[in-house]
T-cell receptor, first 113, second 112 residues
Framework: DTEVTQTPKHLVMGMTNKKSLKCEQHMGHRAMYWYKQKAKKPPELMFVYSYEKLSINESVPSRFSPECPNSSLLNLHLHALQPEDSALYLC????????????FGQGTRLTVV | ELKVEQNPLFLSMQEGKNYTIYCNYSTTSDRLYWYRQDPGKSLESLFVLLSNGAVKQEGRLMASLDTKARLSTLHITAAVHDLSATYFCAVDINTNAGKSTFGDGTTLTVKP
């Protein structure tokens, strides 16, 4: 199984809503990531978890709150988002060793209204 | 700060032709990745290049890495329509593969 599964695939939320994005992998990868991608732009790293601990936070606003409940799951909790947060949110995973590519999920297309 | 530059950003080519996409980066690294992204889809790993002089080929695509020049190339041979996509190179300077800095991408359109 070389899949990273993200749910939901599409999400529309109001600026006062609270929602969560979910990501799951069963490849035994101990590094998991959240990326944000705007249209026609490259992915931008948001968070990195290594062995279920947050190791990198790329100065992301607190309205985005990551959580790694176990080695297979990664969540991104969303609260009080702005319209400019609308984007494709990609989850990825990789081995910790560093000499390997990341495997990306299909993404959640988020629209904030 | 690591900068990764790709060129060209847009490439329109006819089927059967050859072309090369370039990826330059600003800081010493020996880990470079090429990904493909179809419109509205996720990223698919194409190549992992881990040493100077590394060359990898898959079908009509061949990637190489010159760490001394800080340059990677993605060569397309006899392009076909199915290769139409956006191609990103990504460079690591840390131990975690996912903390990659991506180039801006090259959008390739292959026309009949």
């Amino acid at each position: 199984d070389t899949e990273v599964t993200q749910t939901p695939k599409h999400l529309v939320m109001g600026m006062t809503n609270k929602k969560s994005l979910k990501c799951e992998q069963h490849m035994g990868h101990r590094a998991m990531y959240w990326y944000k991608q705007k249209a026609k732009k490259p992915p931008e790293l948001m968070f990195v978890y290594s062995y279920e601990k947050l190791s990198i936070n790329e100065s992301v606003p607190s309205r985005f709150s990551p959580e790694c409940p176990n080695s297979s799951l990664l969540n991104l909790h969303l609260h009080a988002l702005q319209p400019e947060d609308s984007a494709l949110y990609l989850c990825a995973s990789s081995r910790i060793s560093g000499y390997t590519e990341a495997f990306f999920g299909q993404g959640t297309r988020l629209t904030v209204v | 700060e690591l900068k990764v530059e790709q060129n060209p950003l847009f490439l329109s080519m006819q089927e059967g032709k050859n072309y090369t996409i370039y990826c330059n980066y600003s800081t010493t690294s020996d880990r470079l990745y090429w990904y493909r992204q179809d419109p509205g889809k996720s990223l698919e790993s194409l190549f992992v290049l881990l040493s100077n002089g590394a060359v990898k080929q898959e079908g009509r695509l061949m990637a190489s890495l010159d760490t001394k020049a800080r340059l990677s190339t993605l060569h397309i041979t006899a392009a076909v329509h199915d290769l139409s996509a956006t191609y990103f190179c990504a460079v690591d300077i840390n131990t975690n593969a996912g903390k990659s800095t991506f180039g801006d991408g090259t959008t390739l359109t292959v026309k009949p």
